[in-house]
């Protein structure tokens, strides 16, 4: 570690921190956030500390159409940025986007997890309205949580389940 750095333990989300100097193995690196394994804990980094791992950060955001609007095609271009810590695919390949409204500036997502206990949840949430919101043409965003119906492995994507070999 070049720095010291906040994160997450995986999978309670529960919060953690790296201090510099010490050693850590990246396990994954997708959508600009990392997951790592240091002292025997498997460990979320958000992109704005990338630099404390020696990479540079990303900046992900919802780029509008020419005109200054966007539809859910946009949306869901930033919701395939996001990945869950220890599976290797987006969240939308995932299956675990239920719904995705946009109303003028605002945008409504119902989205689901692969387990009701995941403590990750609230920490994808906040990936997904940190990065939606970067952008200066969203106004609102609301992310709800749901269990109804359960998620299940059909829910995602061919490629999704060809990249976990589910298919």
Do not use: H
């Not at 309670?12 to 990392?34: C, E, R």
């Not at 500036?105 to 403590?119: F, N, S, V």
């Amino acid at each position: 570690m070049r720095r010291d750095c906040a994160a997450r333990l995986v999978p309670t989300g529960d919060p953690a921190s790296l201090k510099k100097g010490s050693f850590v193995t990246l396990v994954q690196d997708f959508g600009g956030a990392y997951t790592v394994v240091s002292g025997g804990n498997m460990m979320r980094v958000d992109p704005f500390n990338a630099d404390a791992l020696g990479f540079e950060a990303t900046d992900i955001r919802l780029e509008p159409k020419p005109d200054g609007t966007f539809g859910s095609d946009e949306v869901f271009d930033v919701l395939r940025t996001v990945y869950d810590p220890e599976i290797p695919v987006n969240v939308l390949d995932l299956g675990l986007i239920y719904a995705c409204e946009v109303e003028q500036r605002d945008i409504r997502i119902q989205m689901t997890l692969t387990a009701p206990g995941c403590g990750m949840g609230p920490v994808l949430v906040d990936d997904i309205v940190t990065r939606l919101k970067r952008s200066d043409a969203v106004g609102e965003v609301d992310v709800e949580l749901v269990f109804d119906p359960p998620w299940s492995r059909e829910r995602m994507s061919e490629e999704a389940q060809l990249q976990l070999g589910l298919y």
